[in-house]
């Protein structure tokens, strides 16, 4: 026996956010990321999905909940504000069950003996990479560096960007018969030299 069809359909409306960063959708409220309190937003939900969007930029997106009076937080949501104010770090409701991989404990760990005043402003920081980078590619990142021995925020940064960099792709003439018959001259190095001489004069 075969389900019956869930019809698809989409609601769309303006909401605005409170000093929470939480947005209010039927009787649900959902997080987004902080900068953007205090703002109307347009929710996009469908049978399956919420989405909040400002402008032209797309800022969470949720499974749709059907219960009533939940609270659903993204933790990285909250982090630019957790950087400026990192007392508040370990008692951050939206941090509460946050679950992450072992060796951000670790890292945690090692950031706070070498820096016990700044330690967990630099962890928050190493954490801030998920803004831009998937829980994968940062976890990665940071093992990588615990292995060699780097524990500081510049240096994992600079570990994961490198990472997530992909090999430069050769272009390929296939499909492209006309560009084969071209031709191009390789510039001695001696050109180079000679115009940065007559730069120089």
Not at 60 to 80: G, Q
Not at 173 to 187: F, I, S, Y
Request: proline share 5%; glycine share 4%; net charge negative.
């Amino acid at each position: 026996m075969t389900r019956p069809l869930i019809p698809a359909f989409t609601e769309e409306g303006l909401l605005y956010l409170n000093s929470e960063s939480l947005v209010r959708f039927e009787t649900n409220d959902y997080s987004v990321p902080v900068r953007y309190a205090h703002r109307k937003v347009i929710v996009i939900a469908t049978v399956d999905e919420v989405r909040f969007v400002y402008e032209d930029r797309l800022l969470a997106r949720y499974p749709r909940c059907w219960d009533r009076e939940k609270t659903f937080f993204e933790p990285v949501h909250y982090l630019a504000l957790l950087e400026r104010k990192p007392g508040g770090f370990d008692h951050a409701k939206p941090l509460e069950h946050w679950n992450l991989p072992d060796c951000f404990a670790l890292l945690r760990r090692r950031m706070d003996a070498e820096d016990s005043k700044s330690g967990t402003r630099s962890y928050i920081r190493v954490l801030r990479l998920l803004e831009r980078f998937s829980l994968k590619e940062v976890t990665a990142g940071v093992e990588y560096a615990l292995g060699i021995d780097l524990s500081d925020a510049d240096s994992i940064r600079s570990v994961v960007e490198h990472r997530a960099d992909g090999p430069v792709r050769l272009f390929s003439l296939d499909g492209r018969p006309h560009l084969a018959c071209v031709h191009v001259e390789t510039t001695p190095v001696a050109a180079y030299q000679a115009l940065l001489e007559e730069v120089a004069s």
